[in-house]
Every structure is written in C-alpha cells, then in structure tokens.
C-alpha cells in the first residue's frame, strides 16, 4: 500500500514562496526597509546598540540559545541511533535521517554563504556607530574594507533549521506537524530578533536564512520522505491487524496530503 507524502505540494509552495520573496527582497532595497527597522531600534535604545552584551540578549539568547539547538541535535543523533539498534523504532529511520540531513544541510548551507559573501553588520557601519560605509550585496566592495560575516543570519540558522521538524512529523505524527513547524519557526524568530536588537543583523538576513532553510528541509523532504510508507520501512511482517495497529499508528497509513 502506498502512503507517500504528497511532496510535490510542499515543492509547489515553496516556489510560491520564492516567487513572493524576490520582489520581497527588490521592495525591502527600494525602500530601504532594513534602514528603517535597524534605525528604529538603534534610536529606541539610545543611540547605540544598548543590548549587545546585555545579558539575556547575548548569553541566554545568544550562547545559550546556540547550545539549545546543538543539544537538541545530540538528541536526534541519539533517537537516531537508538532507531537503528531497536527493531520496534525502524519505521523512524528514514525520517530521522532526513532530520538530520535537513539540519546539517541548512545550517552548513547558511554557514557557507556567510563566509562565501562579505556583508557588514549594522553595528560594523558608521551610520550605527561603527566605522564602515554600507556596501550593497550587488555593489563591489572595496579592496582595503575587512571582509566581514554577517549575510545571512548565522544563528537565526540554529532555529530556522528545526522546520524539518513540520516535514519528519507530516510523515510519522500529522497531528504533531505544526507542533514541530511552531518550534522551528518560533526558535528561528527568536534568535533572529536577538540578534536584530544587539544590532548583528538586518531583518534580510533573518529572512534569506529562512527561506534557505525551508528550501533544504522541502528539497530534502520530497528527496528521502516521499517514498515513506509502512510497507517500505517496516522490516517485520504484519500477520494480523491488532499487531499492526500496535506497531504503526493509523496516521501513519494514511496519505497526507497537506
């Protein structure tokens, strides 16, 4: 019996999303909308990047927010591997291997586009108190400027990357999906605004990090979920009904289509 998820949906939205961000993206250099958000935060803290070592900016949020994602990636590798050495968990392989694929994929993703493109942060800039002009993504920089990290958002990566967590659930627990598309999202919007506040990042950092994190987590989901049914993963045979509805919740069977 098939059960495959209907992933060409989720790539179809994803184009969608696409289609909408670009024009998104020529609004925000038009208006210079990033200039207008980071102004008004640079001014409401006092003409300076008041919390930029503050304490609940930079260590909770900040450090350890950080060391929250990677404990919960320590967890995936153990619920991973605990899959593999448990025979009742092996219809949890393949979804927790996309998990960890997603994760690294968008994390790593992010990672080497930031030190791939020379972007300064706001706090680098003369204009919020710093000593660099502002340099355009398009335009050509300089060659005696520094080169700087700061395109995309880096750590709003540590929490964007847990979408995944919609796609793996979609597939194993449907009624948990949006469950894991809040922790994703929700991680990604903290650690983004953090970081916006302490004056590291332009809100198009923020949001070019999750449209790269969605697009792994959707790319990699059609890739290694859109196959996943409980007659693929499941390696014991199913001799009667009570014993296969023990094994694999009924949610599971049935298509999602969402």
């Known amino acids: 019996m098939h059960t495959s998820v209907d992933f060409e949906r989720h790539l179809l939205r994803l184009c969608y999303g696409w289609l909408f961000f670009i024009p998104l993206m020529l609004f925000f250099h038009l208006y210079g909308i990033d200039f207008h958000i980071a102004d008004y935060l640079y001014q409401w803290e006092g003409g300076q990047w008041l919390l930029r070592d503050n304490v609940i900016a930079k260590s909770v949020f900040h450090d350890d927010g950080r060391t929250l994602s ?67 993504l398009w335009e050509v920089r300089p060659a005696g400027m520094p080169d700087t990290a700061c395109f995309p958002a880096g750590h709003a990566s540590a929490g964007y990357a847990w979408i995944a967590l919609y796609f793996c659930l979609t597939v194993m627990v449907p009624q948990w999906k949006l469950l894991g598309l809040a922790i994703g999202l929700g991680m990604g919007l903290a650690f983004g605004i953090d970081q916006q506040l302490r004056g590291a990042h332009f809100l198009s950092h923020d949001l070019f990090t999750l449209m790269i994190c969605w697009s792994c987590s959707a790319l990699l989901g059609w890739l290694m979920l859109r196959h996943v049914s409980v007659d693929l993963e499941s390696k014991e045979p199913l001799s009667s009904a009570g014993y296969q509805s023990a094994r694999t919740p009924a949610h599971y069977v049935k298509k999602e289509g969402v």
């Open 70 to 136: 990677e404990l919960m990636g320590v967890v995936l590798i153990v619920l991973t591997v605990t899959a593999f050495l448990k025979k009742g968990w092996n219809h949890w392989r393949r979804p927790l291997l996309y998990l960890i694929a997603a994760v690294t994929a968008s994390t790593v993703t992010v990672s080497l586009i930031k030190n791939a493109i020379s972007m300064d942060c706001p706090w680098d800039l003369a204009r919020y108190g710093g000593n660099l002009p502002f340099i355009g």
